[in-house]
């Protein structure tokens, strides 16, 4: 059974061998990370770097099997009622089996139910179709506002799909 739990350190060294190669990194940090490839330390020095913050969450997403997906939540507002998810990642060895979905709901189930949020929005680049499907099948709609905004990355404009899933539009399924 899929559960979810704060994100720990030694979750470090499972989450970057899931990146594949720099273009998976890419589409999975947006650029957050200057250089490739990311170490574990990377990772951890990032999340200590917000450890004072009572508006970021990171999540590992875990099994009988050990740790196999991770997030993370983070306030976009003063008012903590818009989440944004990001740094989204599956083990590769679980990629394609609804692993990802799960975890997105349980994390979905968290910000409505634990974190109160009205909203949650998060973004995938058009370039990564596998993620941007398995976003839209949790429930999250495409938020259209004019051009998509783009990252220049590796030497391309990479247009960044915006999603969002709100409080109402939340329909959990009856397992859950």
């Not at 999340?47 to 997906?69: R, W």
């Not at 740094?87 to 997105?104: E, T």
């Not at 994390?107 to 998060?122: C, E, P, Q, S």
Request: glycine share 8%; charged share 30%; net charge negative.
């Amino acid at each position: 059974m899929l559960r979810l739990r704060p994100y720990k350190a030694c979750d470090a060294a499972a989450i970057v061998s899931w990146i594949g190669d720099e273009i998976a990194f890419r589409k999975w940090c947006a650029d957050r990370f200057p250089s490739y490839p990311i170490t574990a330390e990377d990772l951890n020095r990032h999340y200590d770097s917000l450890a004072d913050s009572d508006s970021f969450y990171e999540m590992t997403a875990f099994d009988e099997t050990g740790a196999g997906g991770h997030l993370i939540l983070r306030f976009t507002d003063e008012a903590k009622t818009v989440l944004r998810f990001g740094f989204v990642i599956v083990d590769s060895r679980k990629r394609g089996k609804g692993y990802g979905k799960a975890m997105l709901r349980l994390a979905v189930r968290y910000a409505f139910d634990i974190l109160k949020v009205g909203k949650i929005t998060m973004g995938a680049f058009a370039n990564n179709l596998p993620a941007y499907y398995c976003y839209k099948s949790v429930g999250f709609r495409d938020v259209t506002e004019g051009e998509p905004e783009a990252y220049h990355i590796m030497g391309e404009d990479w247009p960044c799909l915006e999603l969002e899933l709100t409080r109402g539009e939340w329909n959990p399924s009856p397992e859950e």
